[in-house]
């Protein structure tokens, strides 16, 4: 993927600093300048992208719904 050219504004370049494998699917903890970001993702995929801890990588965050509320 080319990432100049996608249209996802939300990009959160990072580093995975953990990944937690479950039965089917994993979570990947990034870490990025405004936090940890948690990404859940098939085992299949992981496996075949090759993610680990401590790799550089980009998480877009597209979402068609995102519900505020005040603290």
Known sequence: MDISTT???????????????????SEVDIATTTGILTSVIENR???QIGLKTGDQVVAFVKSQDVRLATV
């Open 7 to 25: 249209r996802i504004r939300n990009q959160f370049p990072g580093k995975i600093v953990e990944i937690i494998r479950g039965p089917h699917r």
């Open 45 to 47: 995929l992981l496996d």
